[in-house]
């Protein structure tokens, strides 16, 4: 993962990269203001602000309950905020005053790769890509990214036509992003892509969000628990604890920070 993240450092100036500081004239691709959100009595997200600049993955960890899914559900217009503002290339999508519908969103680039994968069991594989490309009517374009999406999982091509529900672990999580990439986005969110799947298959999802980032441009958030390859392959994380941002910085940093290393790399 180490040799993947320089790599992955190296198109642009490290500077540029992994700084989560506003570049004068260019909004972050996102941005969430001093964010809070609750579920009833349940204080979920309290003043959380972090930037995604367009074209990085950007590293949201933090333990069960920390408030990550959250953050994903102020972005994506699952809820609502209750104070604060996500602004998605500079446009306010969800505030006290906003709520973009969830729909709108893939319309304007943004996936989201959900936690559990909801792959539909009774579907084929095809099927269930073909799901994520709903909103489009570019039938070459769409044949042309199902090529792309089979090239960069070959096992999905194996198993084109068989059953969601025939998947392992690793190989729903292939459609889920698969699905996810069908939708043409220039933003991706993942939840927990790591959670329940063998290592050498969270290595195989590793090194494709770092091809999605690097060759198709797309800006990441990924959301783990798995701080090790959340930090190997962003440029710049976010530690959430208790639904606050706790700590920040770019992610080689952090991977050698005391607090981290303790609580969050086994020490
Ligand atoms: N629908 C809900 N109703 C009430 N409380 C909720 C709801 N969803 C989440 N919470 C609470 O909000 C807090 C943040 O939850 P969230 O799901 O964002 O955490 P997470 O970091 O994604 O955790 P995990 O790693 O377990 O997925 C937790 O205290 C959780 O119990
Ligand atoms: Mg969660």
Redesign the pocket.
């Known amino acids: 993962m180490t040799e993947l993240l320089e790599k992955q450092a190296s198109p642009r100036p490290a500077a540029r990269e992994s700084r989560a500081e506003a570049t004068p004239g260019e909004p972050a691709h996102l941005e969430l203001a001093a964010v809070s959100l609750r ?2 009595e ?1 204080r ?1 997200l309290e003043n959380v602000s972090l930037r995604v600049p367009r074209g990085s993955i950007v590293a949201l960890i ?1 333990a ?7 953050s994903l559900r102020a972005i994506t217009g699952l809820r609502k905020v209750a104070a604060g503002e996500v602004r998605l290339e500079g446009r306010v999508i969800n505030s006290r005053d906003t709520q973009e519908p969830t729909h709108a969103l893939v319309r304007q680039g943004v996936a989201m790769v959900p ?1 559990g994968r909801h792959v539909f069991p009774y579907m084929s594989i095809k099927d269930n890509l073909l799901m994520g490309a709903y909103t489009r009517r570019d039938k070459a374009g769409i044949a042309t990214d199902l090529e792309r999406v089979c090239e960069r999982f070959p096992r999905l091509k194996e198993r084109f036509h068989q059953h969601g529900s025939s998947l392992s672990g690793g190989e729903q999580q292939m459609v889920a992003i698969g699905r996810a990439l069908m939708a043409k986005p220039r933003l991706l969110l993942l939840d ?1 892509p790591s959670l329940g799947i063998a290592p050498q298959v969270i290595r195989l999802i590793g090194r494709s969000l770092l091809e999605i980032n690097r060759k198709d441009g797309i800006t990441v958030v990924l959301v783990e ?1 798995n701080s090790r390859m959340a930090l190997a392959l962003s440029s710049y994380a976010y530690v ?1 604890e208790t ?1 606050r941002v706790a700590l920040e910085g770019p992610s080689k940093e952090l991977m050698t920070n005391e607090h981290v290393k303790r609580l969050y790399l086994g020490g």
Do not use: I
């Open positions: 579920y009833g349940v979920a933090g069960n309950g920390a408030g990550k899914s959250s936690e927990e628990q959430l639904g």
